[in-house]
């Protein structure tokens, strides 16, 4: 049982490896590697650890009214075992490919709200087998920026451009949000990714590859070690990206309608320096006392409701499972840096728009 670890000494060890990481200074950007990055506190910690936390960036009020406007949409939009109703199962372990790679469900959601079940909480016969319909789910995406009053409005707010240009965007862009539910008991564990590995761009006049991907990850919920916080690894936003999660070429290009739509593939220059973890956990992650994650390099960054972290696209990132009694809901926006700021969205990348609708901007009436 969950209640047998030592959390309070995990905790502890995590703050201080935090507290230990050197001051900030002045430094390049991570997302122009070539100019100094924005002069302000927040931009000399973002850029220099690959992460920033925003105590109370949303207040607990605004929190709590994030998780009943989706207690809504579950209520009113998911019918789990109805046979009209679609039902997906996400996953992010070693059946992650094929869990999302062949799914139109996964595919379509790009700007609808889908709902994505927790492994192992569905019966044969598509009805939850929790006590109720929210309990069973892992997540839901991709579109709720889109499509939500709520949630449109928090993804588009002063506040949040504010935020994004003073680390250095000129021209953020949403192509996607989620909301991640981490349940108490089944909440499942992320594996170790980079977010660019699932929303890359390019330099818009070269068409190389340039990682612009921005992750803002919202606790709704206080996120503590016991129910499975974020967990990221300092320094790692300057390795190389890894791999791209694609739309498959010979399933969209050469017409094979049996091939999966999506599929892993690694970047050139990436996998030389790969850590050996990708798409699993360090050994000796689970359970606590986790010396495999700080072997590894990582560091728990627990929040309280309202609290914002923020982070670039290709730092390593990865959360424990929740087998705690105690809920731990995040709203996650991911942007990119659109044609203003010089890049493109990648026309292999998973996740496209249709009818050549473009990605919600950021701030100042967009």
């Known amino acids: 049982m969950a209640s047998t670890h030592d959390f309070g000494s995990l905790s502890s060890k995590g703050k201080a490896m935090i507290e230990a990481l050197p001051a900030p200074e002045a430094t390049n950007s991570w997302i122009r590697p070539s100019n100094n990055a924005p002069s302000n506190p927040d931009s000399h910690q973002f850029h220099a650890h690959g992460f920033l936390k925003v105590n109370s960036f949303v207040t607990s009020e605004e929190a709590d009214e994030m998780i009943a406007q989706m207690t809504k949409l579950v209520d009113e939009s998911w019918h789990p075992g109805d046979p009209s109703t679609p039902s997906a199962v996400f996953r992010t372990d070693e059946k992650q490919e094929s869990a999302q790679g062949s799914s139109d469900y996964f595919l379509d959601s790009a700007d609808r709200v889908h709902f994505f079940a927790e492994k192992d909480a569905l019966k044969a016969d598509g009805t939850p087998s929790t006590s109720s319909k929210v309990l069973a789910l892992n997540k839901s995406g991709h579109g709720l920026h889109v499509c939500d009053p709520l949630f449109q409005s928090y993804s588009t707010s002063s506040k949040i451009a504010s935020l994004v240009r003073s680390l250095g965007w000129v021209d953020p862009r949403i192509p996607q949000s989620m909301y991640i539910f981490k349940q108490p008991r089944i909440g499942g564990e992320v594996t170790s990714h980079q977010d660019s590995t699932f929303l890359h761009t390019e330099e818009a006049s070269s068409g190389e590859p340039a ?33 791209r999660f694609v739309r498959n070429p010979k399933r969209f290009v050469e017409g094979d309608d049996k091939a999966p739509q999506m599929i892993f593939e690694d970047c050139p220059g990436g996998q030389a320096s790969a850590a050996p973890w990708e798409g699993k956990l360090p050994e000796d992650s689970w359970p606590p006392p986790s010396e495999g994650l700080f072997a590894a390099g990582f560091v728990p960054v627990e929040c309280e409701a309202g609290d914002l972290v923020v982070f670039p696209g290709t730092l390593d990132h990865l959360s ?9 809901h995040t709203f996650q926006l991911h942007m990119v840096e659109g044609p203003g700021g010089g890049r493109k969205w990648s026309s292999s990348n998973w996740l496209q728009y249709g009818g050549g609708k473009e990605f919600v901007g950021v701030g100042m009436g967009e």
């Not at 503590?224 to 791999?243: A, D, F, K, Q």
């Open 320 to 328: 424990l499972p929740n087998y705690s009694s105690k809920p731990r």
């Open 211 to 243: 990682q612009s991907c921005l992750g803002l990850w919202l606790a709704l919920h206080p996120a503590t070690v016991e129910n499975g916080c974020l967990w990221v690894r300092p320094g790692s936003h300057r390795e190389p990206l890894r791999r």
